[in-house]
């Protein structure tokens, strides 16, 4: 079962940042936390992930708190094109599952 | 562009027909995957194969059979579905052997009609 809560939909102006939360309470100490999205009739893009620091990709950036229940996705500059579902997972370890949740619809508009 | 290739893009079949959905990867990883989505819900796992064996089967119905002939590639082999069965039917691929750090990499599916 997916360990995650996420709202089920968010707006951002273009250009700003989007700030995507995570709730993931229950999670084991060496659990990663996961972030894809899904562009309305494509695969699933994986965006970035992390196991206790933040991390910073050319996508986006991850900030995990420090007792880790929860995470936040950064857009640093929304576009059009970021409209999508994002979603956050909590993979299990040693294991190659990777459960979806119901993901948070980010709408970006002009 | 994915890395991890889907054929094909659509697929219409009666609920009488055998057809095949196949994947194919050649990023070297170990894992690939069978996920099915229906439409506005999450993707749902279906199957995991690790080192060409099924290492998971989350319970899914005899009418679909995975198979997996090599490290590269993956089929999935459908028979007497029914049109419930109508979904988007996604690969992925990862490294392999429980490596949690490793992301999945997705294909863009393959849209199936069950008539």
């Known amino acids: 079962d997916a360990k995650t809560t996420q709202p089920p939909s968010m707006d951002c102006a273009e250009g700003r940042a989007a700030n995507l939360p995570c709730n993931h309470s229950t999670i084991s100490g060496n659990e990663y936390v996961y972030w894809y999205r899904q562009i309305h009739s494509q695969g699933p893009q994986y965006i970035i992930h992390?196991?206790?620091n933040n991390e910073t990709n050319e996508m986006a950036s991850l900030i995990i708190t420090e007792d880790r229940k929860s995470s936040t996705l950064i857009l640093p500059h929304a576009t059009l094109r970021d409209t999508a579902v994002y979603y956050c997972?909590?993979?299990?370890?040693?294991?190659?599952?990777?459960?979806f949740g119901t993901g948070t619809r980010l709408q970006v508009f002009p | 562009d994915t890395e991890v290739t889907q054929t094909p893009k659509h697929l219409v079949m009666g609920m009488t027909n055998k057809k095949s959905l196949k994947c194919e990867q050649h990023?070297?990883?170990?894992?690939m995957y069978w996920y099915k989505q229906k439409a506005k819900k999450p993707p749902e796992l279906m199957f995991v194969y690790s080192y060409e064996k099924l290492s998971i089967n989350e319970s899914v119905p005899s009418r679909f059979s995975p198979e997996c002939p090599n490290s590269s590639l993956l089929n999935l082999h459908l028979h007497a579905l029914q049109p419930e069965d109508s979904a988007l039917y996604l690969c992925a691929s990862s490294q392999g052997q429980g490596a949690s750090n490793s992301p999945l990499h997705f294909g863009n599916g393959t849209r199936l009609t069950v008539t």
């Open positions: 997972i909590v993979r299990e370890v040693n294991t190659d599952k990777l459960i």
């Open positions: 992390g196991l206790k």
């Open positions: 990023m070297g990883h170990r894992a």
